[in-house]
């Protein structure tokens, strides 16, 4: 596993730093990458990564909003969430939004390492979820969008600006972005109206 690349998202810095001694510990040939944001890890450019742990709550676009920005960005990186929230439901949304695998902040040590190898390892084991737009038997299914990406669809929908979104939901502009980027994407569209144009086709705005 020498020479592999992770992404770690947390907006915790005690956690990233526990979790990147575990790592580097057992696993000293890993190279880590610290990110307090999915804004800030959408930054990063040039960059091969081999696997992302993600958490679900950070400032800005959360974690299950923004896993798409970062399939899209790394399509061959796995992506792991590491969430203190381990609901069921919470477990479940995480993988139907393309995770491989949910692990929560409980865990034990030898647990997170133990699947954080596994994927490295691309072990055939680890059922991989891959959540996609894609058509099946041509019938397009509806993506999976939160609450918050949804009200973003709508106002893009009657051709406002991340400016003007922003300040309907009180978001930064550069998270309305974030969204907007995230829609594009599990829309499987290349602009705004084509993304508007798809929204209503498949009734997911009035």
């Known amino acids: 596993m020498a020479n592999q690349t992770l992404l770690l ?110 994927v490295l390892r691309d072990d055939e084991n680890i059922d991989y979820n891959k959540n996609t737009t894609a058509t099946l038997n041509g019938v397009q299914h509806k993506p999976l969008l939160t609450p918050r990406q949804y009200e973003v669809l709508d106002l893009l929908c009657k051709g406002l600006s991340n400016k003007m979104i922003g300040r309907q939901l009180e978001l930064s502009e550069n998270t309305v972005r974030c969204h907007v980027q995230v829609l594009l994407a599990a829309l499987n569209a290349s602009n705004r109206s084509e993304a508007a144009f798809t929204a209503r086709r498949m009734g997911l705005v009035a």
């Open 9 to 118: 998202i947390d907006d915790h810095s005690l956690f990233r730093s526990g979790l990147r001694t575990l790592i580097n510990s057992s696993l000293p040939d890993i190279a880590i990458i610290e990110c307090a944001s999915l804004e800030e890890a959408m930054q990063l450019s040039g960059l091969p990564l081999h696997l992302i742990l993600l958490d679900i709550k950070l400032q800005g676009l959360n974690g299950l909003e923004g896993s798409a920005l970062l399939q899209r960005k790394w399509p061959d990186a796995p992506i792991i969430i590491i969430s203190a929230d381990d609901s069921p439901n919470t477990s479940k949304l995480a993988l139907e939004r393309g995770a491989c695998y949910f692990m929560s902040k409980g865990d034990s040590a030898e647990e997170i390492l133990r699947v954080i190898i596994k």
